[in-house]
């Protein structure tokens, strides 16, 4: 069976890499696969997605028939044909009209839902949505098609190490990554860099290290009101361009834990590939985090510090609420991993293959697939 897969491959936001592990699980699971690239920076990257083997069937569609199906709704296909895209248009729903079913994922902060996704989830066969908080906050809008959690997966390529990576007696080193140019407040940066900025005042043993999508002033204004003995303790990176995962997984095992308290998280890939990578994290468990662990399991098990958080408020959009997070939440977290660090590394090392293994875009999928194989 051919399924049409229509997404960005190229480019730095987090689009690329799930539209790269959504064509690696639909050829894994033995459908051939047309990609039209909609990456329209002028240079498509047309590398195979992860671990793509050479045998499996995937056909890139020229630029001028991506054109054509995503500005008109034309394409070569028909009747009983899928078609999985990513953040659709409404004129790529024009293929509805010569047969296709169409699976539509809609990437972003899914409490902000604009006014124009509503018509357009409206046009789906199947909505997909990342995180279960995803599907509670698209039903409360009112949106009446079929909703599939479909987590994203995470890259093969993220694995652990063979032996413990960081030394007994070297610094602490916590990793916290944000894009600036989206709402600090979502990720709990805020909340974040006032809990070093308190554990700095009686550990000198500790760093934090800041990575940023983007420069904007309300960052520089957070870091610039911090002491100064706590700006020396806190390396900001930019990111610039997209990395390999391979790169990713030595950032991540470089550090001691992530730091992830956000109040309100799509999914939230960095937690799952730093636990895939056998480095532990400190994180809340609350709206697209909520997906990462069972919460019959006990989190400390799998090397996850938790995060407490207060009643949750509306916030930023109309249909989904966020807890309250506070620097003392945070700080608490914080302390309790420092107090632990050896278990939490010995625990988040024993279950990395765990965490590889149900979180593989192969499992995530499975839904997806499923639904493919009903309807075609």
């Not at 960005?8 to 790269?20: A, D, E, H, I, N």
């Not at 051939?32 to 047309?46: I, N, Q």
Request: charge should be negative; glycine fraction near 8%.
């Amino acid at each position: 069976m051919r399924v049409l897969f229509v997404g960005p491959l190229s480019g730095f936001t987090s689009y690329p890499v799930v539209c790269k592990g959504l064509v690696q699980a639909l050829t894994s699971a033995g459908f051939d696969v047309d990609v039209a690239d909609t990456t329209w920076d002028g240079s498509p990257d047309h590398t195979a997605p992860i671990l793509m083997e050479e045998e499996r069937s995937v056909r890139f569609l020229e630029r001028k028939d991506v054109v054509k199906l995503v500005q008109k709704g034309e394409s070569t296909g028909g009747e009983g044909d899928v078609c999985v895209a990513v953040n659709p248009s409404h004129h790529l729903m024009g293929v509805k009209e010569k047969g296709y079913k169409v699976a539509g994922m809609f990437v972003g902060d899914v409490d902000t839902i604009p006014g124009a996704w509503l018509a357009l989830m409206e046009q789906q066969d199947v909505i997909l949505t990342p995180s279960s908080w995803g599907k509670q906050v698209i039903g409360k809008a009112g949106v009446k098609r079929p909703i599939i959690v479909c987590n994203h997966g995470i890259s093969p390529l993220f694995e652990p190490p063979e032996a413990p990576h960081f030394e007994d007696d070297g610094p602490l080193v916590f990793l916290h990554a944000c894009s600036a140019i989206y709402y600090p407040e979502r990720k709990g940066t805020p909340q974040a860099l006032e809990a070093f900025a308190k554990l700095v005042e009686n550990r000198n043993d500790v760093s934090l290290r800041l990575v940023l999508g983007g420069k904007t002033k309300p960052m520089r204004r957070m870091l610039n009101a911090l002491d100064q003995s706590v700006i020396e303790r806190i390396q900001v990176h930019f990111q610039e361009g997209a990395r390999e995962p391979s790169e990713i997984r030595r950032a991540y095992q470089s550090c001691t834990a992530g730091l992830f308290p956000s109040r309100a998280e799509g999914m939230g890939m960095m937690p799952i590939e730093m636990r895939a990578c056998g480095v532990p994290v400190i994180q809340t468990l609350c709206t697209g985090h909520a997906d990462h662990l069972d919460e019959q399991l006990d989190p400390r098990d799998w090397g996850v510090t938790a995060v407490r958080h207060g009643e949750f408020t509306p916030a930023w959009g109309k249909f989904g609420k966020a807890p309250e997070v506070t620097a003392d939440h945070v700080l608490e977290a914080m302390l309790y991993f420092v107090d632990h660090c050896d278990e939490l590394h010995e625990r988040a090392l024993e279950k990395a293959d765990a965490v590889r293994a149900g979180w593989s875009w192969e499992e995530t999928t499975r839904p997806l697939v499923e639904w493919i194989r009903s309807v075609s």
